[in-house]
């Protein structure tokens, strides 16, 4: 099966190539996404001309790179760089400019996060991208899965991000909430060696099947649960450990709580928040409610 | 595994179905005409625009009009699952998965918002995945969905998704497609690349100069014999083999010498278990773009050599983007089903840096059991199909 070896965030809190759970416990309160000191990890000559997503994901790329030749690169994105395709569409809707620069066409393009991260790397392996809601990384997941299973080491990512203009409509949409900005990437490979935690499922199914699915797999001894959402509107995930609480809200953020559970697991705390952890605990159920109908399951164990 | 194709759905500039699409690439009718349906366009432009309004579509798709207001891409690819569904109906037996392709998504109703800065509630419609997610709630289809979007190889790295799913015994069955409507969005957006022929597009020509977009919506089942014996649907065609390769070259350009096609196309024959001598055919990409073409023709030559019979159907189309992959798909299972190749148009003088030559008369009556098509998209993104009796 597949198995985690690296991961990388940029979210909200100052996560880039450190542990999500440090800065839980030093409870440092962000509410702004905290980019990493870019120049220092990508060159200056690429950076210039790179969006800021593709940044975000370049940037955990490079964290995630195993020693082993990467063989395919697979992304979850919701919408993209959204920054430019608002910033295409104000070019032929607000002027009346026949001559237009194709720099936010192109970086509009869903695909250009993995192709730039291609480009990059030098990588001319398998290259993908999925987009679905709330529930883009677990397309992208179970793709990866597949790939592993195929005998690639893979570069795995979650990517979104927000804007003003992104927000404003949200508010004119009544919406309860804001979306934030954040990415989290994986390497996965077949190898179990020195792995830090296996995928033993992904599933995509509707939430009235959720009950019954935890009723048949879910064993409170050594099971915990996790759940978060890229809406806020959502009571169901109250009752767990809420990974968007600490990941803002973004429609690929289930990476972020995958993340989270991959460092439950190789942590000794007992208890978070107002959740304690099975003392013999075995396996993490991340359950993402992508939408009022979807949600997204995700099974790790150490 | 034998993975086999059991439903086809196509609605493009040339038909509505399958069939219209068949008479016209066979009587060489091209859908390209000048673009009338969009309104607030900076000047005139050619591409293969279906001449039905969303109304008209609205009808065709419920069979009455509806009230919703719902994104063309959307309409165009309920249209074609439609025909691809045919009466399958969900079954707790078959394990049944969803896959969409598209780059737009509900572009088009972002464009009116962003223009009136009316009806906010549209851009619900915006994310790519909004067409599989109706598509999955029509056809009452409950586990595994996702979107591919990988620019113009879209379809065709859904296809192979789901042909590796089927493989992994992931799934019994799969429906997948692609759709994308012409927009304002990705005319402006290619308009821009200065790679939009105002004429109309001339692949493999030595005179070429660039592509002239289209829209289109193609679905297709996907069925391990588990599920064939179930649902006791008649096998179309099979997939054979999918090569997926990263050209690593340029955000937009294919390398000159096309590696990542190359590479695409060997892992394709690698997974089919072929030698390039066992493809009868060849569906090329074949945008017209000064760059595709003679990146892709090179690949094509190194790998296949000089006598192989290869063509592209984008004049007939236009470059349909992320459903190109799956209508030439369906094409090429047509050119199996009726051992046709159907020719390249506008093609007038051979390139100087090829060898090959593309097909350029209509050739009937030659074995075509293994067919290749190709896809390629921005972030060096290659994909290849084996089509299979």
Same mark, same amino acid.
């Given at each position: 099966?597949?198995?985690?070896?690296?991961?990388?965030?940029?979210?909200?809190?100052?996560?880039?190539?450190?542990?999500?759970?440090?800065?839980?416990?030093?409870?440092?309160?962000?509410?702004?996404?905290?980019h990493p000191e870019y120049k220092k990890v990508i060159s200056g000559i690429n950076l210039r001309r790179m969006s800021a997503i593709v940044k975000m994901g370049l940037a955990?790329t490079l964290?995630?790179?195993?020693?082993?030749?990467?063989?395919?690169?697979?992304?979850?994105?919701?919408?993209?760089?959204?920054?430019?395709?608002?910033?295409?569409?104000?070019? @032929?809707?607000?002027?009346?400019?026949?001559?237009?620069?194709?720099?936010?066409?192109?970086n509009?393009?869903? %695909?250009?996060?993995?192709?730039e991260i291609?480009l990059h790397?030098?990588?001319?392996?398998?290259?993908?991208?999925?987009?679905?809601?709330?529930?883009?990384?677990?397309?992208?997941?179970?793709?990866?899965?597949?790939?592993?299973?195929?005998? +690639? %080491?893979?570069?795995?990512?979650?990517?979104?991000?927000?804007?003003?203009?992104?927000?404003?409509?949200?508010?004119?949409?009544?919406?309860?909430?804001?979306?934030?900005?954040?990415?989290?990437?994986?390497?996965?490979?077949?190898?179990?060696?020195?792995?830090?935690?296996?995928?033993?499922?992904?599933?995509?199914?509707?939430?009235?099947?959720?009950?019954?699915?935890?009723?048949?797999?879910?064993?409170?001894?050594?099971?915990?649960?996790?759940?978060?959402?890229?809406?806020? %509107?959502?009571?169901?995930?109250?009752? +767990?450990?809420?990974?968007?609480? @600490?990941?803002?809200?973004?429609?690929?953020?289930?990476?972020?709580?995958?993340?989270?559970?991959?460092?439950?697991?190789?942590?000794?705390?007992?208890?978070?928040?107002?959740?304690?952890?099975?003392?013999?605990?075995?396996?993490?159920?991340?359950?993402?409610?992508?939408?009022?109908?979807?949600?997204?399951?995700?099974?790790?164990?150490? | 595994?034998?993975?086999?194709?059991?439903?086809?759905?196509?609605? #493009?500039?040339?038909?509505?179905?399958?069939?219209?699409?068949?008479?016209?690439?066979?009587?060489?009718?091209?859908?390209?005409? &000048?673009?009338?349906?969009?309104?607030?366009? #900076?000047?005139?432009?050619?591409?293969?625009?279906?001449?039905?309004? /969303?109304?008209?579509?609205?009808?065709?798709?419920?069979? &009455?009009?509806?009230?919703?207001?719902?994104?063309?891409?959307?309409?165009? *690819?309920?249209?074609?699952?439609?025909?691809?569904?045919?009466?399958?109906?969900?079954?707790?037996?078959?394990?049944?998965?969803?896959?969409?392709?598209?780059?737009?998504?509900? $572009?088009? =109703?972002?464009?009116?918002?962003?223009?009136?800065?009316?009806?906010?509630?549209?851009?619900?419609?915006?994310?790519?995945?909004?067409?599989?997610?109706?598509?999955? /709630?029509?056809?009452? =289809?409950?586990?595994? &969905?996702?979107?591919?979007?990988?620019?113009?190889?879209?379809?065709?790295?859904?296809?192979?998704?789901?042909?590796?799913?089927?493989?992994?015994? !992931?799934?019994?069955?799969?429906?997948?497609?692609?759709?994308?409507?012409?927009? &304002?969005?990705?005319?402006?957006?290619?308009? #821009?690349?200065?790679?939009?022929?105002?004429?109309?597009?001339?692949?493999?020509?030595?005179?070429?100069?660039? !592509? /002239?977009?289209?829209?289109?919506?193609?679905?297709?089942? =996907?069925?391990?014999?588990?599920?064939?014996?179930?649902?006791?649907?008649?096998?179309?065609?099979?997939?054979?083999?999918?090569?997926?390769?990263?050209?690593?070259?340029?955000?937009?350009?294919?390398?000159?010498?096309?590696?990542?096609?190359?590479?695409? $196309?060997?892992?394709?024959?690698?997974?089919?278990?072929? =030698?390039?001598?066992?493809?009868?055919?060849?569906?090329?990409?074949?945008?017209?773009?000064?760059?595709?073409?003679? *990146?892709?023709?090179?690949?094509?030559?190194?790998?296949?050599?000089?006598?192989?019979?290869? *063509? *592209?159907?984008?004049?007939?189309?236009?470059?349909?983007?992320?459903?190109?992959?799956?209508?030439?798909?369906?094409?090429?299972?047509?050119?199996?089903?009726?051992?046709?190749?159907?020719?390249?148009?506008?093609?007038?003088?051979?390139?100087?840096? !090829?060898?090959?030559?593309?097909?350029?008369?209509?050739?009937?009556?030659?074995?075509?059991?293994?067919?290749?098509?190709?896809?390629?998209?921005?972030?060096?993104? /290659?994909?290849?199909?084996?089509?299979?009796?």
């Amino acid at each position: 099966m597949a198995f985690i070896h690296k991961y990388s965030t940029i979210s909200q809190g100052n996560f880039y190539n450190k542990n999500i759970l440090d800065y839980y416990f030093n409870n440092i309160a962000s509410i702004e996404t905290i980019h990493p000191e870019y120049k220092k990890v990508i060159s200056g000559i690429n950076l210039r001309r790179m969006s800021a997503i593709v940044k975000m994901g370049l940037a955990n790329t490079l964290a995630c790179i195993p020693k082993q030749k990467v063989g395919a690169i697979v992304v979850g994105t919701g919408l993209g760089s959204i920054h430019h395709t608002e910033l295409f569409l104000s070019s @032929f809707t607000d002027s009346e400019l026949s001559v237009l620069s194709p720099t936010p066409f192109i970086n509009s393009v869903h %695909n250009t996060i993995s192709g730039e991260i291609a480009l990059h790397t030098k990588n001319k392996g398998y290259n993908s991208t999925y987009s679905q809601g709330g529930l883009s990384f677990e397309g992208a997941l179970t793709d990866a899965i597949l790939l592993t299973k195929e005998g +690639h %080491n893979v570069i795995l990512g979650g990517v979104d991000e927000s804007t003003p203009i992104l927000n404003d409509i949200m508010q004119k949409m009544d919406s309860q909430y804001k979306f934030t900005t954040g990415s989290t990437f994986f390497n996965l490979s077949s190898i179990k060696k020195d792995s830090l935690a296996e995928i033993i499922n992904c599933i995509i199914t509707k939430k009235q099947k959720l009950y019954s699915f935890i009723n048949e797999n879910f064993n409170p001894d050594e099971d915990f649960i996790i759940s978060g959402s890229s809406f806020c %509107n959502n009571s169901e995930r109250a009752k +767990h450990l809420d990974y968007s609480k @600490f990941s803002g809200i973004y429609m690929s953020n289930s990476a972020f709580g995958i993340q989270l559970a991959v460092e439950l697991l190789n942590s000794n705390i007992t208890h978070i928040e107002n959740h304690n952890l099975p003392l013999n605990m075995k396996r993490i159920f991340i359950i993402n409610y992508a939408t009022n109908n979807d949600v997204g399951i995700t099974i790790l164990r150490k | 595994m034998e993975i086999s194709v059991t439903g086809l759905g196509v609605i #493009s500039a040339i038909g509505l179905d399958l069939e219209q699409n068949h008479n016209a690439l066979r009587s060489l009718s091209s859908g390209i005409s &000048k673009i009338n349906l969009i309104e607030g366009l #900076s000047q005139d432009f050619l591409g293969g625009e279906i001449k039905l309004s /969303n109304k008209e579509l609205a009808e065709i798709a419920f069979g &009455k009009d509806v009230n919703e207001k719902l994104p063309r891409s959307l309409l165009l *690819s309920l249209i074609a699952a439609k025909q691809a569904w045919g009466s399958n109906k969900p079954n707790s037996r078959i394990r049944t998965a969803m896959i969409g392709a598209t780059t737009i998504g509900g $572009m088009d =109703l972002t464009e009116q918002y962003f223009k009136t800065k009316e009806s906010v509630e549209s851009l619900h419609q915006h994310p790519c995945g909004i067409v599989t997610d109706y598509l999955a /709630n029509y056809f009452q =289809l409950e586990d595994f &969905k996702t979107t591919v979007s990988t620019a113009c190889s879209s379809s065709a790295n859904a296809i192979m998704l789901g042909s590796r799913m089927i493989k992994n015994n !992931l799934f019994d069955r799969v429906l997948i497609g692609g759709g994308d409507a012409l927009t &304002k969005f990705t005319i402006n957006g290619f308009n #821009s690349l200065r790679i939009y022929d105002n004429e109309p597009c001339k692949p493999f020509d030595n005179n070429r100069n660039g !592509l /002239n977009l289209g829209e289109a919506a193609g679905y297709i089942i =996907l069925e391990n014999n588990k599920s064939i014996a179930i649902t006791k649907n008649n096998k179309i065609a099979s997939i054979l083999g999918w090569g997926n390769a990263n050209d690593s070259f340029h955000q937009t350009a294919s390398s000159p010498n096309g590696e990542g096609a190359q590479k695409a $196309m060997q892992i394709a024959l690698e997974e089919a278990n072929l =030698l390039p001598d066992d493809i009868d055919y060849i569906n090329a990409h074949g945008t017209a773009t000064p760059n595709n073409d003679l *990146s892709e023709g090179r690949a094509i030559e190194t790998l296949f050599g000089e006598t192989t019979l290869f *063509s *592209s159907t984008k004049a007939y189309t236009g470059h349909t983007l992320a459903a190109a992959g799956i209508i030439e798909c369906i094409f090429s299972i047509l050119s199996i089903q009726n051992n046709t190749i159907f020719p390249v148009l506008n093609n007038n003088e051979k390139m100087t840096e !090829l060898k090959i030559t593309p097909v350029k008369k209509i050739m009937q009556n030659v074995k075509i059991d293994t067919v290749l098509s190709n896809s390629f998209g921005f972030g060096g993104n /290659n994909a290849s199909i084996i089509i299979g009796r």
